[in-house]
């Protein structure tokens, strides 16, 4: 990137806006501004034409976590980490957003860091963004593109808040009133685990002592051009899933996009009316073709369809099914000799099954408002002489999921 218009966004639409437009090449602000509230935009879309806009997102709004992983990070980890998450943070879940950091490992063991931000926060900053035209590659926090300090923090006043850098993935906003008793807890937090002094830079004037910090004052800057300064350090991008970044086409196709849309739905209007005559008379047919295919894979998934042979094979289908292919128990005997016993297990309810012909064995998925009605499924079976094995089970909201097979036989 050679050029970047910076925006600082606020948690409410009537806090001040900074924004910057950076310089890669002269490491340098070319321009510089601050706007009242985010009805103001719009100001910006001379500055953002041509150039990257990122946006600094203030780093009170955005939680960062490290989360430890139970083994190599996959998609079933990342399905599982809001629930991995859900007792240390304060909303539903399903209010908030989760974006994925770095990998990582911690004394042999995989990690990987999240950032956690309100799904209706993340909405409107994207809506202020969009009404004033601006197209923003990446969201990042404030706080996370200030500098590293191996031996403690870094910090900035920016808005009547110090933001704060404790570590690669650990960021603060604090507010100037209590900003002393925060440092003066990490200097404590730090001596109780090292006997070296906790070291914070801090890169706007701060003249107080505090016990067991070493203050170490920093290159004053403007709050924005230092953050810039650190902005191509910082990978990370808030934008991702469903607010991904989503790149446009080149100005020449906007352009013809229309004129290109009404000639495509004319050839499309020429071709359904030559078209459309042999379209009815072959339609039918394939549907209830489609139809009766459809149902066939639902009916015995996994199965070769052959047309040619399809009569014997739902005659043989049906021959096991009924357990009269020469095995004790066939899939519909067993179901009918299974299905009284969901009645009397409470909130047991089987959601689906499946069925092994080789070792008679009736295999389901099921759902039960606790633990104890999958305990009482498996002792009604029982007593009416099936083996039941239960595999694991796991909490949803306020069901328990589970699988459970059964086989005739004690």
Same mark, same amino acid.
């Given at each position: 990137?050679?050029?970047?218009?910076l925006?600082?966004?606020g948690?409410?639409?009537s806090?001040l806006?900074?924004?910057?437009v950076?310089?890669d090449?002269?490491?340098?602000?070319i321009a510089?501004g601050?706007?009242?509230?985010?009805?103001e935009l719009?100001?910006?879309?001379?500055?953002?034409?041509g150039?990257?806009?990122?946006v600094l997102?203030?780093a009170?709004?955005v939680t960062l976590?490290?989360?430890?992983?139970?083994?190599?990070?996959?998609?079933?980890l990342?399905?599982?980490?809001?629930?991995?998450?859900?007792?240390?943070?304060?909303?539903?879940?399903?209010?908030l957003?989760?974006?994925i950091g770095?990998?990582?490992l911690?004394?042999g063991k995989?990690?990987?860091?999240?950032?956690?931000?309100?799904k209706?926060l993340?909405?409107t900053?994207?809506?202020?963004?969009?009404?004033?035209?601006?197209?923003a590659v990446q969201?990042?926090?404030?706080a996370?593109?200030?500098p590293?300090n191996d031996?403690?923090a870094?910090?900035?006043?920016?808005a009547?808040?110090w933001l704060?850098?404790?570590g690669?993935?650990q960021?603060a906003a604090v507010?100037d009133?209590?900003?002393?008793?925060?440092l003066q807890?990490?200097g404590?937090?730090?001596?109780d685990?090292t006997?070296?002094p906790?070291s914070?830079v801090?890169?706007?004037p701060?003249?107080?002592?505090?016990e067991?910090?070493?203050?170490?004052?920093g290159?004053?800057?403007?709050?924005?051009?230092l953050?810039?300064?650190?902005?191509?350090?910082?990978?990370?991008n808030l934008?991702?899933?469903e607010?991904?970044?989503k790149?446009?086409?080149?100005?020449?196709w906007?352009?013809?996009r229309?004129a290109?849309?009404?000639a495509g739905?004319?050839?499309?209007?020429q071709?359904?009316?030559?078209?459309?005559?042999?379209?009815?008379?072959?339609?039918?047919v394939e549907q209830?073709k489609?139809?009766?295919?459809e149902?066939?894979?639902?009916a015995?998934p996994?199965?070769?369809?052959?047309?040619?042979?399809?009569?014997? !094979?739902?005659?043989?289908k049906?021959k096991?099914?009924n357990?009269? !292919?020469?095995g004790?128990?066939?899939?519909?005997?067993?179901?009918?000799?299974?299905?009284p016993?969901f009645?009397q297990?409470?909130?047991f309810?089987?959601?689906?099954?499946?069925?092994?012909?080789?070792?008679?064995?009736?295999?389901?998925?099921a759902?039960?408002?606790?633990?104890?009605?999958?305990?009482?499924?498996?002792?009604?079976?029982?007593?009416q002489?099936?083996?039941?094995?239960?595999?694991?089970l796991?909490?949803d909201?306020?069901?328990?999921?589970?699988s459970?097979?059964?086989r005739?036989g004690?």
């Amino acid at each position: 990137m050679s050029e970047v218009l910076l925006i600082r966004l606020g948690s409410s639409s009537s806090e001040l806006i900074p924004w910057v437009v950076w310089s890669d090449a002269e490491q340098d602000v070319i321009a510089a501004g601050e706007l009242n509230g985010a009805k103001e935009l719009v100001k910006l879309s001379e500055h953002g034409d041509g150039r990257e806009v990122r946006v600094l997102l203030p780093a009170c709004d955005v939680t960062l976590k490290t989360v430890v992983l139970p083994g190599k990070f996959n998609r079933q980890l990342q399905a599982a980490l809001p629930f991995m998450l859900e007792e240390d943070l304060t909303q539903d879940i399903d209010k908030l957003f989760f974006a994925i950091g770095e990998k990582g490992l911690q004394e042999g063991k995989h990690t990987i860091d999240i950032a956690v931000v309100d799904k209706s926060l993340m909405s409107t900053w994207r809506d202020w963004l969009e009404q004033a035209q601006l197209k923003a590659v990446q969201f990042v926090p404030d706080a996370l593109c200030l500098p590293l300090n191996d031996n403690g923090a870094s910090g900035i006043e920016l808005a009547g808040q110090w933001l704060v850098r404790g570590g690669n993935w650990q960021c603060a906003a604090v507010d100037d009133s209590w900003f002393e008793q925060y440092l003066q807890l990490a200097g404590l937090h730090h001596k109780d685990e090292t006997d070296e002094p906790y070291s914070f830079v801090a890169y706007s004037p701060f003249t107080a002592e505090v016990e067991n910090v070493q203050v170490e004052d920093g290159t004053p800057e403007l709050p924005l051009k230092l953050l810039a300064g650190n902005l191509k350090a910082t990978s990370f991008n808030l934008l991702q899933g469903e607010f991904a970044f989503k790149k446009e086409g080149s100005k020449v196709w906007r352009t013809w996009r229309t004129a290109a849309m009404v000639a495509g739905i004319a050839v499309v209007m020429q071709l359904g009316y030559r078209g459309g005559m042999a379209w009815y008379l072959s339609g039918q047919v394939e549907q209830e073709k489609a139809a009766f295919t459809e149902l066939y894979k639902q009916a015995f998934p996994g199965s070769r369809m052959r047309p040619n042979l399809m009569e014997r !094979d739902l005659r043989r289908k049906m021959k096991a099914l009924n357990g009269s !292919d020469g095995g004790d128990v066939g899939f519909l005997a067993m179901l009918e000799q299974v299905a009284p016993l969901f009645s009397q297990s409470g909130s047991f309810v089987p959601s689906s099954f499946r069925y092994d012909a080789k070792r008679s064995e009736l295999r389901m998925e099921a759902s039960a408002n606790g633990f104890q009605d999958f305990e009482k499924f498996k002792t009604v079976a029982q007593q009416q002489g099936f083996s039941v094995t239960q595999g694991s089970l796991s909490n949803d909201g306020d069901k328990v999921l589970g699988s459970v097979s059964v086989r005739k036989g004690g």
